[in-house]
């Protein structure tokens, strides 16, 4: 079994990478932007199936981790959902019950987004101290605040971020003091 892989990215597909490593080229699924050309290191997970064997590459341990604990939905929705929402975004959401957050994958529908959250609420709490360290007792009113953006026509795969950073931020705050201090980080008037 293939644990990492160091070597020069060759190619870059829509979805993968060939990676060039003593002389044999590597074809690895990857949510990573990597550039082409350059010398890199992933942690693998090796997916063996009747009819493939595919390799899974990822930047540190935790997004392997992360990708093991997404396991239960396949490989391609898993590595759908890594390439779109970024990791600790992720194990809020799933922390917090935001199936809306987690069906922006492509892929991920509302019904497969609550199984996620499902199956994983509880390895979450869990493995986020040792994983990405989500802030789960602050977000209370994080859905308000994003269901508040998100009515003035903002995407939430645009806001999420920001929104997570200001209720970690202002712990205290409630949702009528945190909509203009959302408005304005969007505005740019801080």
Do not use: C
């Not at 992933?42 to 093991?68: A, H, P, Y």
């Amino acid at each position: 079994m293939i644990g990492k892989l160091q070597g020069i990215v060759d190619y870059i597909g829509n979805d993968h990478i060939i990676l060039m490593t003593g002389g044999v080229g590597y074809m690895v699924y990857t949510p990573e932007t990597l550039t082409l050309g350059t010398n890199i290191s992933l942690w693998i997970e090796t997916v063996v199936r009747e009819d493939s064997i595919r390799l899974f590459g990822f930047m540190n341990q935790s997004g392997r981790d992360l990708f093991n604990m997404l396991s239960g939905v396949g490989p391609r929705v898993a590595m759908s959902i890594m390439g779109t929402i970024k990791a600790d975004t992720l194990m809020t959401a799933i922390a917090t019950g935001d199936a809306k957050t987690i069906s922006t994958a492509p892929g991920v529908g509302k019904k497969m987004a609550e199984k996620i959250i499902v199956e994983l609420k509880s390895r979450v709490a869990g493995a986020s101290a040792t994983l990405f360290t989500p802030d789960v007792s602050s977000t209370g009113v994080l859905p308000d605040l994003l269901s508040a953006l998100e009515s003035l026509g903002y995407r939430r795969m645009d806001i999420i971020d920001m929104a997570q950073k200001l209720v970690a931020q202002n712990p205290t705050a409630d949702i009528t003091k945190l909509v203009p201090m959302a408005l304005r980080e969007i505005s740019g008037n801080k």
